[in-house]
């Protein structure tokens, strides 16, 4: 019935209803412009795509049930009303769209009425089930004894009776009471006493089944067994004493004490303050629970939650103009695997040889080891870089070390009476059969990030896959330097301290050699041990002994504010 209610004989209904009110707290206009909000913008979700409901009310808000009962009004009126010649029901009791009616006429007269109901309002239609015998409306069972109508309880064959079981997270007093009301429902509804017996064993075998106490149960039902029928449709009457309110809301907890015993011993410390108590009464705060995350509210979603597409796998991949990093060195994979770890690794992005920022693994295809290594440039560059101090065996990096110092196992070609393109191919043919390059990440950088920045975040990356693909050389790898202990060295010492190595601790001063002048400053013959490296002036003698370690630090940012 939501959905199906014309939005301008909802707005005109409730327009008549706040015209007609006595006492007028907020405007007719007002109102109808939130209700005008709640109902254009009725937003929801589903599979990933969002969706505005254009006609109706929906079924979700608080303000729907009242505004689909004022628009029913007007139908409700016409029912009502002596203007037409149609034969009306004796009794026509609507709650929300379920009604239910007696009917003295002839069935023919009834389908005519339905008929004449359909025609109201086109987007609102009823359908219309009648029986002789009896007839369900809502959880009750109507039916007629002798002329006089009489009711018993009604569920449907789709109701399992999930009733709230005793052993879950929920307060005592909750799930105690649940078989009490259960009996005053089945006394309330049962008009006479043999359905009143045949129900009270039905509902009791329920609430068994659901893991009450028999003993519990029994007692709910035996305290309504004395209690008169029509007493239970009596209002009861409450009383407001003015006072507001104020709940402690806490959530639930099994394993703690109760809050309401804690609550009201130490209730009277209000009292000590005159200002508190004024706004707060004393007998105005009282414990009160909220609901905590079930199992199910924790690993299942309202939302509905659609299969992702599969998420299509990176590569290192060579580059179309076929460069000689491509030709002779780069392997083309989506798997990153190392000589130290039988694990494989997928790579994420797709890297070429002009990526920038990149973590690179070697593979010495010779020697059975990996080097991991990055660069803020791209990886032609370095590679480039790898191959001039490999060709001229400059102990530059760690890779061109490695070569020079395995000459047997990675020999260098040195042809006679060639040119340099062809001693060129030479090179680059022979080193193919050597050594192995994949490209195996890459990182983000900021657009204002400085070059040390830039470094810290390239050596993090680099230290991580040093980690996970093991070629440091504890392991048999290639990597002498790692990665993670000089960024953890630098945060300790601080990126600016410059360390310098010196003789050992046994050799006497005068033996160090120092290539510029020397001017001598006499120094205490005790001297403290200071926790701040001191600025040395430019072309001084290091007067600091050294420590244990043979070396000695001097601050690199004080130096450069010496004066010239």
Not at 27 to 42: F, G, K, W
Not at 114 to 134: D, M, P, Y
Not at 156 to 178: E, G, I, Q, R
């Amino acid at each position: 019935m939501f959905p199906n209610i014309p939005k301008d004989l909802g707005i005109r209904k409730c327009k008549e209803v706040l015209d007609a009110r006595d006492s007028i707290r907020l405007s007719t206009e007002c109102i109808l412009e939130a209700l005008n909000i709640s109902l254009e913008y009725n937003i929801a979700q589903f599979d990933n795509v969002w969706y505005r409901q254009t006609r109706g009310a929906a079924m979700g808000p608080h303000d729907s049930c009242p505004y689909a009962d004022i628009a029913m009004s007007e139908i409700d009126a016409l029912v009502h009303s002596d203007e037409n010649t149609i034969r009306k029901p004796e009794n026509w009791l609507r709650y929300r769209d379920d009604i239910y009616d007696t009917w003295l006429g002839s069935e023919a007269e009834l389908h005519e009425f339905t008929s004449w109901l359909n025609t109201l309002n086109s987007s609102i239609q009823f359908t219309c089930a009648f029986s002789k015998e009896g007839i369900e409306f809502l959880d009750t069972f109507i039916y007629d004894v002798n002329g006089t109508l009489h009711t018993k309880l009604f569920s449907k064959a789709s109701d399992t009776h999930a009733y709230l079981p005793p052993a879950s997270c929920h307060p005592y007093h909750v799930c105690k009471n649940n078989p009490s009301q259960v009996a005053r429902r089945v006394r309330k509804i049962s008009s006479e006493e043999k359905n009143y017996e045949a129900a009270k064993l039905k509902f009791s075998s329920h609430l068994s089944d659901r893991g009450y106490s028999e003993e519990i149960v029994k007692q709910a039902f035996d305290k309504f067994d004395e209690v008169e029928r029509s007493s239970l449709f009596m209002e009861s009457s409450k009383t407001e004493s003015g006072v507001r309110c104020f709940p402690l809301v806490t959530q639930f907890n099994p394993h703690l004490p109760p809050v309401a015993p804690v609550l009201n011993k130490h209730k009277h410390l209000l009292l000590e303050d005159p200002i508190v108590n004024k706004f707060i009464p004393q007998d105005s705060i009282f414990a009160s629970y909220c609901q905590p995350k079930s199992i199910q509210s924790l690993l299942v979603s309202s939302a509905f939650n659609s299969t992702p597409p599969p998420k299509t796998a990176g590569n290192c991949s060579k580059c179309k103009n076929n460069c000689t990093f491509c030709k002779f060195l780069l392997l083309e994979t989506d798997t990153i695997v190392s000589y130290h770890t039988d694990r494989r690794y997928k790579i994420k992005h797709d890297l070429t040889c002009t990526t920038e920022g990149v973590i690179y693994l070697l593979n010495d295809l010779v020697c059975l080891r990996s080097y991991v290594g990055s660069t803020i440039t791209d990886m032609r560059t370095r590679a480039s870089n790898y191959r001039n101090h490999i060709r001229t065996q400059h102990k530059g990096c760690e890779i061109a070390t490695h070569f020079a110092e395995e000459l047997e196992n990675h020999p260098i070609p040195t042809p006679q009476n060639c040119t340099k393109s062809e001693m060129l191919t030479m090179f680059n043919n022979q080193i193919s059969q050597q050594i192995q390059f994949t490209i195996i990440d890459r990182v983000e950088f900021a657009e204002n990030a400085t070059y040390a920045t830039k470094k810290e975040i390239i050596y993090k990356a680099e230290a991580y896959w040093q980690t996970q693909l093991r070629t440091m050389k504890k392991y048999g790898g290639l990597n002498v330097r790692d990665e993670r202990k000089v960024m953890n060295s630098k945060i300790a010492k601080g990126n600016t301290t410059k360390v310098l190595e010196l003789p050992p601790p046994n050799i006497s001063k005068s033996q160090i050699p120092n290539p510029t002048p020397k001017t001598t400053r006499q120094e205490p013959q005790n001297k403290p041990t200071l926790t701040r490296t001191q600025p040395t002036r430019p072309n001084s003698p290091l007067s600091t002994p050294p420590d244990s370690s043979g070396t000695l630090r001097r601050s690199q940012r004080n130096k450069n504010k010496l004066p010239r």
